[in-house]
């Protein structure tokens, strides 16, 4: 069956430490993988987009990696702060048309 | 311009009573998605509207469910006969058009808490 998994339980790490955070799927080929981050009662908001071609794509402290033959994305966040705290949620196209299949996320927690 | 905007942003009802929340994408945006996301859980596809296409209803979860999509833009969606189960928030978005296979960021409504009691 298909299945796009993140680790379920939270990432605790310190303020200024690099933050890395897992998607791995099965039983899909997406031509392209997105990261949101969704706050406490709030929607998702984008933060980057990554095509099956790109190795790896940046943009400021964050990079996010795509590795279409282990069938991951990474997600890392340089120089964590306490305002990166967050819900992350990785979504892949499937299907037809514009429709995203998301994981359950990572919730990460940067402390002072 | 503004946001995606959804309404209510919170709607408490009895079992067995009819809903319709409703979804305000992004001017300009032809593609119209809903979602629900239970707690601890992640976001659920339910229905997707691009342009004047035949909707994508694949993931809607029983036939209680529906929505519509008028003139392209508001849409409304439509929950008959609430049971407890259909508790959850209910998040709309909004994006362009594919282009190729290029896809496309969708931008999220702040959602709409249901609770039935």
Known sequence: SQKIEQNSEALN??????ATLTCNYTNYSPAYLQWYRQDPGRGPVFLLLIRENEKEKRKERLKVTF???LKQSLFHITASQPADSATYLCA???GGGNKLTFGTGTQLKVEL | GAGVSQSP????TEKG?????RCDPISGHTALYWYRQSLGQGLEFLIYFQGNSAPDKSGLPSDRFSAERTGGSVSTLTIQRTQQEDSAVYLCASSLALQGM?????FFGPGTRLTVL
């Open chain 2, 9 to 12: 942003s919170n709607k408490v």
């Open chain 1, 92 to 94: 892949l196209f499937t």
């Open chain 2, 102 to 106: 290029g896809g496309n960021e969708q």
């Open chain 1, 13 to 18: 790490i310190q303020e200024g430490k690099t």
């Open chain 1, 67 to 69: 590795d279409t033959t």
């Open chain 2, 17 to 21: 009573k009819d809903v319709e929340l």
